[in-house]
């Protein structure tokens, strides 16, 4: 048999044609929903468990950091004896009202900036100048225009997030497809219906995503806010703590702020799933 003749053979052998059967550890391979919550709850398990092991087993000092069961305790005298409940409630609200506030006029201007050359040219310098200044070095004079109420915590938030929403917004809309604007052009479409039926609807889901990314940046300018001058908030209790040493209190406050910024992220995520459905089978 020639060498032509056999290769259709083993061309039809099905060991030939059986794709390979890649691991999950696979690069880039999906892993399914329910592995996926297991690893991601594994990790805190280890985590929690070497945390007990330093701490309980002597290899480092209740006073620099405590140990799970404390932090429970103290958790449990938190929530029954000292209110923490509404510091929680005052930290979540003025996230929110800062984020929200920022996210109102942020997204407009971003726009603007993405889809006319002119406004980006105006705004950008100052946007981009201004994106770089940490928000904590507003406090200062916040506190003189605003005093130490709640409006000084809310701006610092607002601050935090604007500028970062208006550059992000501004480059998503900018980076929409030209193909489409020229199908829209052709179609008739004025420029400001260009704006309103071809790059809004198209950049509206990575915007969404945007602004789930920020929301999670303005839980780290909050404690920033409460530091100084508050007498409300988790940031607050943890600086009570601070001077008392109580290092159970600290790593509480800070555990209850990942987790509820946890929580805020995905109920963002599946609001952006049922928003835009499409996104997310390209």
């Given at each position: 048999?020639?060498?032509?003749?056999?290769?259709?053979?083993?061309?039809?052998?099905?060991?030939?044609?059986?794709?390979?059967?890649?691991?999950?550890?696979?690069?880039?391979?999906?892993?399914?929903?329910?592995?996926?919550?297991?690893?991601?709850?594994?990790?805190?398990?280890?985590?929690?468990?070497?945390?007990?092991?330093?701490?309980?087993?002597?290899?480092?000092?209740?006073?620099?950091?405590?140990?799970?069961?404390?932090?429970?305790?103290?958790?449990?005298?938190?929530?029954?004896?000292?209110?923490?409940?509404?510091d929680i409630g005052m930290?979540?609200?003025?996230?929110?009202?800062?984020?929200?506030?920022?996210?109102?006029?942020?997204v407009p201007l971003g726009?603007?900036?993405?889809?006319?050359?002119?406004?980006?040219?105006?705004?950008?310098?100052?946007?981009?100048?201004?994106?770089?200044?940490?928000?904590?070095?507003?406090?200062?004079?916040?506190?003189?225009?605003?005093?130490?109420?709640?409006?000084?915590?809310?701006?610092?938030?607002?601050?935090?997030?604007?500028?970062?929403?208006?550059?992000?917004?501004?480059?998503?809309?900018?980076?929409?497809?030209?193909?489409?604007?020229?199908?829209?052009?052709?179609?008739?479409?004025s420029g400001r219906g260009?704006?309103?039926?071809?790059?809004?609807?198209?950049?509206?889901?990575?915007?969404?995503?945007?602004?789930?990314?920020?929301?999670?940046?303005?839980?780290?300018?909050?404690?920033?806010?409460?530091?100084?001058?508050?007498?409300?908030?988790?940031?607050?209790?943890?600086?009570?703590?601070?001077?008392?040493?109580?290092?159970?209190?600290?790593?509480?406050?800070?555990?209850?702020?990942?987790?509820?910024?946890?929580?805020?992220?995905?109920?963002?995520?599946?609001?952006?799933?049922?928003?835009?459905?499409?996104?997310?089978?390209?």
């Amino acid at each position: 048999m020639s060498r032509s003749q056999a290769m259709p053979s083993a061309l039809a052998s099905p060991t030939a044609t059986a794709p390979r059967r890649r691991s999950h550890w696979a690069p880039l391979e999906p892993v399914s929903l329910r592995a996926r919550w297991l690893l991601g709850l594994g990790f805190f398990v280890v985590f929690v468990l070497v945390w007990a092991g330093f701490t309980l087993g002597g290899f480092v000092s209740p006073t620099f950091l405590a140990s799970p069961v404390t932090m429970a305790q103290e958790a449990w005298l938190l929530f029954t004896e000292y209110g923490f409940h509404k510091d929680i409630g005052m930290t979540v609200w003025r996230v929110l009202g800062g984020f929200v506030l920022a996210a109102v006029i942020a997204v407009p201007l971003g726009i603007a900036m993405g889809a006319y050359k002119g406004v980006e040219a105006f705004f950008e310098p100052f946007v981009s100048f201004c994106r770089y200044l940490p928000a904590s070095a507003f406090i200062p004079l916040l506190i003189l225009w605003a005093g130490i109420g709640e409006l000084q915590k809310v701006l610092v938030i607002f601050i935090g997030s604007f500028f970062q929403i208006v550059l992000m917004v501004a480059v998503i809309v900018g980076g929409a497809r030209k193909d489409l604007v020229e199908a829209a052009y052709t179609l008739g479409a004025s420029g400001r219906g260009i704006v309103r039926r071809v790059l809004i609807p198209g950049a509206a889901p990575e915007i969404a995503e945007t602004l789930r990314l920020v929301l999670g940046w303005a839980w780290t300018y909050v404690i920033v806010a409460e530091l100084i001058g508050s007498s409300s908030g988790i940031g607050h209790m943890i600086t009570d703590s601070q001077a008392l040493l109580n290092t159970g209190q600290i790593i509480f406050g800070i555990i209850v702020i990942g987790l509820i910024g946890l929580v805020s992220d995905f109920a963002f995520k599946a609001l952006n799933r049922r928003l835009f459905v499409w996104s997310f089978f390209k």
